[in-house]
């Protein structure tokens, strides 16, 4: 179910990059996170509900440690993927090449949807090429986790308002 909050947020990623305070706003706005109190420190406590049972996952530590590093680790990236778009999957993941110009080193994502793919039939030409590949636009960034996020969002973003 995404949030209408998913564009400012994608904005603001894209804009500051991976950062503690985004992390915890990402899990906030696409992960089932919420603010459940303050701790001694006068931040934020975050928990969850449990997807299974509905109950409250209450963090045993303080302030942001039940967060997961979305925007630092693959793993988690890849775990808000699932958690987050289910329907989706990964299509493409890749470092992008050192003839890409500024971009090189930068890394590409790219999601679609989890439906069997058509099969191409007659020759391989751009359009019969185009008519198979049904994935979201690609997105690139500097690291492959925050590539995979925003590939992620994006994707949220698009089935929230389709154009």
């Known amino acids: 179910m995404p949030n209408p909050d998913i564009k400012a ?14 992390e ?30 509905g109950g409250v996952i209450e963090p045993g530590q303080a302030h942001d440690m039940l967060v997961p590093r979305y925007l630092h680790s693959l793993d988690a990236a890849l775990a808000f993927v699932e ?17 890409c110009g500024p971009l090189a080193g930068h890394w590409l994502a790219q999601l679609r949807p989890r439906v069997p793919r058509p099969r191409m039939t007659g020759a391989i ?5 185009l008519s198979v590949l049904d994935g979201f636009e ?10 995979l996020i925003l590939a992620t969002l994006h994707a949220l973003a698009a089935e929230a308002h389709p154009s």
């Open 9 to 22: 947020l994608i904005q603001r990623i894209e804009r500051e990059g991976a950062s503690r305070e985004n």
């Open 24 to 53: 915890c706003s990402l899990a906030v706005t696409a992960d089932g996170f919420f603010v459940s109190g303050e701790d001694g420190w006068g931040r934020p406590k975050y928990a969850r509900r449990d997807p299974e049972t």
């Open 83 to 99: 958690r987050a778009a289910p329907n989706l999957s990964v299509e493409n993941l890749g470092e992008m090449s050192p003839d």
């Open 125 to 129: 030409t751009p359009e019969n090429l």
């Open 138 to 147: 690609p997105v690139s960034a500097p690291t492959p986790a925050l590539a």
